[in-house]
């Protein structure tokens, strides 16, 4: 049953000054893209919100809150929640309300978590603004990178470089990309152990580990070859899409799916940047008999794709 909106706002309300309060602490963590513009974005948003030595205007404040969101700002994010659940500069949805309070509550945004318990079930739509600017185009296909920027086997342990380049190719994986995972991944460490208890060379969770079958994730060999398994199996899966393949291994190819394309989180975008950058390509080939496509391909990049 709907709340009515005298009774929303004092919770929308107390929720709102407590992020406020904390919106000078930029969340963006160490590693990713450019924190001080996300603040500075934030803080233009928050001047044409509430009229802050400029003319109050919420339609453009909404604007340049969803940029921030888009490049994974968590408070923006919150914010832009905030004007959702209470119609201002937005059409008034609590769908959308908490489709952006979901996205910052998976960053640990504590006042999301609690707005999400008010606003109820995100909405499935994404903004036009949320959704990844297409690549720059070539007779209708990707631009694509020149060269690998990283020379892995000046910087990679002998062992695992040899490793890699042996093993890859057998799981139709180019080996340059599966040594930017592990390099993004553990740094060449076989024993690194996450706070998500993701583990070993190519930090596997518990899941992944027992889904392809690795008995034990810090023995290099079975690390690297469930590891490969996956990346085969992500790149059937996302048609050879070297950034949609990055971050689904980073953030799930759930968290992809459902914000189609990167997920809106700093650590996600800054990995898949780190990978395209090492890789030097945004297609990888793929072999389309290891996993059905992803069926929302189609609505994460419409107006071209990766054959």
Not at 44 to 69: F, M, Q
Not at 155 to 170: E, H, R, S, W
Not at 201 to 221: G, K
Not at 252 to 257: I, L, S
Request: charged residues 20%; contains cysteine.
């Amino acid at each position: 049953m709907r709340l009515r909106f005298s009774l929303l706002l004092p919770l929308l309300m107390a929720a709102f000054c407590a992020a406020v309060a904390a919106q000078g602490q930029d969340a963006t963590p160490d590693g990713a893209a450019d924190g001080n513009q996300l603040a500075k974005l934030r803080l233009e948003a928050v001047a044409y919100e509430h009229g802050e030595g400029v003319s109050r205007n919420p339609v453009l404040a909404a604007t340049l809150y969803c940029k921030g969101a888009r490049l994974g700002d968590a408070q923006a994010q919150y914010n832009l929640g905030w004007m959702y659940a209470n119609g201002r500069g937005v059409a008034r949805s609590d769908g959308l309300a908490a489709f952006f309070f979901q996205a910052a509550a998976e960053q640990g945004l504590q006042a999301a978590q609690r707005m999400l318990k008010v606003v109820g079930v995100p909405a499935a739509e994404i903004p036009d603004c949320m959704r990844e600017p297409a690549p720059p185009t070539a007779a209708g296909r990707p631009t694509e990178a020149a060269l690998p920027s990283v020379d892995y086997r000046a910087i990679a342990p002998p062992k695992i470089f040899d490793l890699v380049t042996k093993m890859a190719p057998q799981y139709q994986v180019e080996p340059q990309l599966a040594l930017a995972i592990i390099a993004a991944e553990s740094n060449f460490d076989s024993r690194a152990l996450s706070p998500r208890n993701a583990q070993g060379l190519m930090q596997l969770i518990p899941q992944t580990s027992a889904r392809f079958n690795v008995r034990n994730p810090y023995d290099a060999v079975q690390n690297i070859r469930g590891g490969l398994t996956y990346l085969r199996w992500l790149l059937a899966y996302f048609e050879g899409d070297v950034a949609l393949v990055a971050a689904a291994y980073n953030a799930g190819e759930g968290k992809v799916e459902r914000y189609r394309g990167v997920p809106p989180y700093p650590e996600t975008r800054a990995y898949v940047q780190r990978i395209l950058k090492s890789v030097g390509t945004s297609a990888h080939p793929f072999d389309e008999t290891v996993a059905r496509p992803s069926p929302s391909l189609p609505l994460i990049r419409p107006s071209w794709r990766l054959k």
